[in-house]
């Protein structure tokens, strides 16, 4: 049986946009600058969603304790 993402569960490993700007206290349009300039690799799921993976997230967290 699959089981299916929801903002309390999201899917194993992976954030939402949403989810991630909590996590890192920023605005939207800074995800969307990461995202446009290559900086942040996301997946898409469907036709309009997309998660961040959280190796994707991990990475970028130790680049900036670096």
Same mark, same amino acid.
Do not use: C, N
């Given at each position: 049986? +699959?089981?299916?993402?929801?903002?309390?569960?999201?899917?194993? %490993?992976?954030? *939402?946009? @949403?989810?991630?700007?909590?996590? $890192? +206290?920023v @605005?939207?349009?800074?995800? $969307? =600058?990461? /995202?446009?300039? %290559?900086?942040?690799?996301? *997946? +898409?799921? %469907?036709? /309009? %969603?997309? =998660?961040?993976?959280?190796?994707?997230i991990?990475?970028?967290?130790?680049?900036?304790?670096?």
């Amino acid at each position: 049986m +699959k089981t299916q993402a929801t903002p309390e569960a999201p899917a194993a %490993g992976y954030l *939402t946009p @949403s989810e991630l700007r909590h996590r $890192w +206290k920023v @605005s939207a349009m800074f995800l $969307w =600058r990461l /995202r446009r300039d %290559g900086k942040l690799k996301v *997946t +898409k799921f %469907g036709s /309009r %969603g997309v =998660r961040i993976a959280m190796s994707e997230i991990e990475r970028i967290e130790r680049e900036a304790q670096a």
